[in-house]
């Protein structure tokens, strides 16, 4: 009311008091008709989703609101590429105790070590890309989930895909620019993690592609996490050597050897 009043024209002839009294009154009048018509009384006030911020997403001009946090971190897990059963797949989900007893140690090691790297990924700080290198079933997937989650967590930007999704979407792109925005994201996330890669031949156009894709996040110092189970020369003949020393060179290897993990497990299951 005190707005509304130093609103009104200065020659209105209404004085300060006089217009306390007309407020109080038509205060009184809506209350009535609120009540006639059971209207609840805080009808006129406005509902936010999130009162902290009032739906601004700003606490201040440098400060996200914790909805605003949220809503990105949820968009980035739409965008991840993550498959529902990999949200699960976190550092404290990890069983150490599933691999062979004198394998444990280095498991830690690695755990501790891909922990590290997820956590400078999430504050945004610079790492080494990370190359898994193994058979099946070692625990390659789990700990991309594991370190994507973290990353994702920290509301930042993760793509998750295999090596065959990658070419897929290459192919399409060759045929179709309505692609190009999910390459671009590919090139511009906060971490891209690349799973699986495999063997099998891949065309000209996709090596180029690929090159590119690689080139560009290492020149801009954005982060990788590679998986594949092949040597380095099989790396090298498949993807050329071009390829390969660009994904190998200054990334931290880790190798996992041994028995596959999902026999373990179900073992352990009886
Ligand atoms: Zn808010």
């Not at 609840?40 to 006030?45: Q, R």
């Not at 690689?214 to 090298?236: D, G, K, Q």
Request: aromatic content about 8%; glycine content about 6%; charged content about 30%.
């Amino acid at each position: 009311m005190a707005r509304l009043a130093a609103g009104l024209p200065s020659r209105s002839r209404l004085t300060g008091r006089a217009l306390e009294e007309r407020a109080a009154a038509l205060e009184q009048e809506w209350n009535a008709r609120f009540r006639e018509y059971q209207v609840p009384p805080d009808y006129l006030e406005v509902w936010w989703d999130c009162p902290r911020c009032r739906d601004t997403g700003w606490l201040g001009p440098d400060e996200k609101c914790s909805c605003l946090r949220q809503e990105e971190i949820d968009a980035a897990y739409h965008l991840s590429g993550l498959a529902p059963e990999m949200l699960q797949q976190t550092f404290e989900a990890f069983r150490v105790d599933l691999y062979p007893e004198e394998a444990r140690p280095f498991m830690e090691q690695v755990l501790r070590e891909c922990k590290e790297f997820a956590l400078r990924v999430a504050r945004g700080l610079p790492v080494d890309n990370l190359v898994f290198r193994g058979g099946v079933g070692l625990g390659k997937t789990f700990l991309s989930s594991a370190i994507a989650n973290t990353v994702l967590q920290a509301g930042r930007t993760v793509i998750y895909v295999t090596l065959a999704d990658l070419l897929d979407l290459i192919r399409r792109y060759k045929f179709d620019t309505d692609d190009e925005d999910a390459l671009a994201m590919l090139r511009e996330a906060d971490l891209l993690i690349l799973d699986d890669l495999g063997g099998e031949k891949v065309s000209e156009f996709s090596l180029q592609e690929l090159f590119a894709l690689v080139n560009h996040r290492i020149v801009h110092r954005l982060p990788m996490v590679v998986s594949t189970n092949l040597s380095w020369s099989a790396l090298e003949e498949v993807y050329t050597a071009r390829i390969a020393s660009r994904l190998m060179g200054s990334a931290r290897l880790v190798k996992l050897d041994g028995e596959d993990i999902r026999l373990v497990l179900k073992r352990a299951r009886g």
